[in-house]
């Protein structure tokens, strides 16, 4: 009789908790729009159609310029918000990924647009390697070590006569009219920022970002519990490094010329890690939303007060303001608060 009591018992503790466990997930459910991101997606794969109507080119270039950097700070959040290592080195997988499809298109005249998943595999390869030496300290000692990557990337760069060297390499010019001139490379990173962001969010609620969340809590305990800490950082520094590459590959040949002094600067890699901490560091819309605000900042301060010191001293002022009020990020403030709209909850 006892023993049926206590079976008893757990099956009715078993189905409360399934039951429990229903009601999170359709509590979950409710609290997504899902309709919204592919609603933007969808206008802003219909806004070229504005160039039937007159020119609109400086609204598309800064539509894919925002997406470019949606792809960055998107790929950067894996290693920098998911794992917890802040890395500002990642300049040099967007040169990586700029000069590997613009060689190929400067010397055999294959599109970047077609060798953009090479050349971020290339970067992811050399994320890889470097993951594993860079990788074996934390803190303050990473990033002085990311620091120490990118200025012996930009001596490289600068030294290396097959890739043009301090002068650089022209790439050859589109023969499309002024019209429609922008419109592949803006589709091209419009579908990178929707696929980037599907990613991230499918590797952050897999066993991989569940391990990568454990290893910034606690990296220690982390690797008590079984985490293989050492891959796992490597690994999602690779991931990064592939999205930051592809989108060098695809501003590149927008550019049409290559230069170290264009890709290898701290001011790439420090807009990155500025978008995901002002956007919300570790949330999927975060970087997103934070590749938008400083965008937008920059593009009203320099019309405003011009391409000065000025204007970089009023972005900074905003952004100080911003982060005194959202410590956590946007998105990461709002949903502490309970107050997230639903339309910007993608996590």
Known sequence: MALNLQQADASSVLEARRIHNQKLARQHDQTRATWFPLTVLGVLLALPLLQLTGNYNYLLHLVLFTASYAVMASGWNIIGGFAGYISLGHAVFFAIGGYFSGVLLARYGISSLLTAPLAGLAAAACGYLVGLITLKVRGPSFIISSIALLMIARILFDHWEFIGGANGLSLPVTDLPVQTAKLPYYYAFVLMAAFTVWATYRIKHSKFGLGLRALSKDEVKAESAGINTRFYKVLAFALSAFFVGMAGAVWGEYLTYLR??????????????????????GTIAGPVVGAILIVAFNEIFVATLGASEINILATGFVMVLGLMFFPNGVIGTLARKGKLPRVLNWD
């Open 260 to 281: 170290p002094n264009i890709f290898l600067i701290i001011l790439v890699s420090a807009n990155l890690v500025l978008m995901c901490i002002l956007g919300g560091k």
